[in-house]
């Protein structure tokens, strides 16, 4: 790399310049969550576990999800094992958390 980085805004406006300039796009918004197997990742930060059992138990009080699939990552500094992210490739939606 050449020093520079590129800042992606979680707030991202589809249109062909982004695209081409971030070389990424948003993923296709789901249009239900009926029967959708849904990933869980702990990143393992403090109290993490606690909000995403608090969210996995909302999601199922609401919504008619398959499943849920909860991963705890082994430490928050470093990526999922390849394993682990071919599992993912089986969910329809994953939710990562929390940051800092």
């Given at each position: 790399?050449?020093?520079?980085?590129?800042?992606?805004?979680?707030?991202?406006?589809?249109?062909?310049?982004?695209?081409?300039?971030?070389?990424?796009?948003?993923?296709?918004?789901?249009?239900?969550?009926?029967?959708?197997?849904?990933?869980?990742?702990?990143?393992?930060?403090?109290?993490?576990?606690?909000?995403?059992?608090?969210?996995?138990e909302?999601?199922?009080?609401?919504?008619?999800?398959?499943?849920i699939?909860?991963?705890?990552?082994?430490?928050?500094?470093?990526?999922?094992?390849?394993?682990?992210?071919?599992?993912?490739?089986?969910?329809?939606?994953?939710?990562?958390?929390?940051?800092?």
């Amino acid at each position: 790399m050449n020093g520079q980085f590129v800042v992606l805004h979680p707030a991202h406006e589809s249109n062909e310049k982004n695209n081409s300039e971030s070389g990424s796009s948003m993923a296709e918004r789901l249009e239900s969550l009926e029967n959708k197997v849904i990933a869980v990742i702990n990143n393992g930060k403090r109290n993490s576990d606690v909000f995403l059992k608090w969210l996995c138990e909302q999601i199922q009080s609401r919504y008619p999800v398959k499943q849920i699939v909860w991963i705890d990552k082994s430490n928050p500094s470093l990526p999922l094992q390849n394993e682990v992210l071919w599992q993912l490739r089986s969910c329809h939606a994953v939710i990562a958390g929390v940051g800092d």
